[in-house]
């Protein structure tokens, strides 16, 4: 297994544009993260998925962002009508739900917003 | 007030040295505490995990986790130029349900040969 994939890995967008990320896990892990970190500042949790089920969402995670894991396998991340301000870089991690501090993170998508 | 704070560095040490990190924290729930290496434009790779209080030892890592001072360290013995890097300390709040794992802001670090 090569690990957690994540594709993009740099996205350059115009504000007010929608795109789409998208996250592969390591294959036997049901949990699926996703995270948010700007620069100099750790990774700030974002929504969590355990097999196809969305089970937790932060407030940070505004009505523009929707994540979904249609087979519990991959992940996409879409962020609509982005704005200069969610320019950062996007992790998805993953783990067995067993294990859950035991998280793979992906090499992350680097969003920039003009 | 941040829940975790970490010092963000930079932190210049000689090839060889003993490192110490730390970060500081306020919610006392905290019960599991782990260690991220995250190397720069990569994601974070786990290091350390510990549950409550006392020691872990893997190689040259030694995790310190002391919950009545809320405080925690990461110490790093004969450290190398590969060391070079952000590290992140994170924690989670015990039982129930999923908690949010919190991490701190990094301390970045430089191993000069």
């Known amino acids: 297994d090569t690990g957690v994939s994540q594709d993009p890995r740099h996205k350059i967008t115009k504000r007010g544009q929608n795109v789409t990320f998208r996250c592969d896990p390591i294959s036997e892990h049901n949990r699926l993260y996703w995270y948010r970190q700007t620069l100099g500042q750790g990774p700030e949790f974002l929504t969590y998925f355990q097999n196809e089920a969305q089970l937790e969402k932060s407030r940070l995670l505004s009505d523009r962002f929707s994540a979904e894991r249609p087979k519990g396998s991959f992940s996409t991340l879409e962020i609509q009508r982005t704005e200069q301000g969610d320019s950062a870089m996007y992790l998805c991690?993953?783990?067995?739900?067993?294990?859950?501090?035991?998280?793979?993170f992906g090499p992350g998508t680097r969003l920039t917003v003009l | 007030q941040k829940e975790v704070e970490q010092d963000p560095g930079p932190l210049s040490v000689p090839e060889g040295a003993i490192v110490s990190l730390n970060c500081t924290y306020s919610?006392?729930?905290?019960?599991?505490f782990m260690w991220y290496r995250q190397y720069s434009r990569k994601g974070p790779e786990l290091l350390m995990y510990t549950y409550s209080s006392g020691n872990k030892e893997d190689g040259r890592f030694t995790a310190q986790v002391d919950k009545s001072s809320k405080y925690i360290s990461l110490f790093i013995r004969d450290s190398q130029p590969s060391d070079s890097a952000t590290y992140l300390c994170a924690m989670r709040p015990g039982s129930g349900g999923y908690q949010k794992v919190t991490f701190g802001t990094g301390t970045k670090l430089q191993v000069i040969p």
């Open positions: 919610n006392s729930a905290f019960q599991y």
């Open positions: 991690a993953s783990s067995l739900a067993l294990e859950p501090d035991t998280q793979y």
